[in-house]
């Protein structure tokens, strides 16, 4: 019904950007909130970031100042500029989309997840 497809993920060296892209297709209404986590080898998923259909944004505490998120309405896409990346930052990164479908049904979906891996 709903997809979630993510793009961008890859290898820097610290102090390096990436961008990740994410883009929602199918039955949707509305999407409410776009957001990206990570999950670390033996560590739990986090929030990264996420933005409101309205553009307020939330960042953890550990990327503040660094990364960006930025979200295109028209588009259902979502945005993760990452810069001064650190290798802390190595993780699986996986966008989430809160939103209402055709029906009128409002749930919460995940990308299959991409990974960035920092060097030292």
């Known amino acids: 019904q709903v997809q979630l497809v993510e793009s961008g993920g890859g290898s820097a060296q610290a102090g390096g950007s990436l961008r990740l892209s994410c883009a929602a297709s199918?039955?949707?209404?509305?999407?409410?909130?776009m957001g990206w986590y990570r999950q670390a080898p033996g560590k739990q998923r986090e929030l990264v970031a996420r933005?409101?259909?309205?553009?307020?944004?939330n960042y953890a505490d550990s990327v503040k100042g660094r990364f960006t998120i930025s979200r295109d309405n028209a588009k259902n896409t979502v945005y993760l500029q990452m810069n001064s990346l650190k290798p802390e930052d190595t993780a699986v990164y996986y966008c989430?989309?809160?939103?209402?479908?055709?029906?009128?049904?409002?749930?919460?979906?995940w990308g299959q997840g991409t990974q960035v891996t920092v060097s030292p």
């Open positions: 989430n989309a809160d939103l209402v479908d055709l029906w009128l049904r409002r749930d919460e979906y």
């Open positions: 199918g039955r949707i209404k509305r999407i409410e909130v």
């Open positions: 933005i409101t259909g309205g553009g307020s944004t």
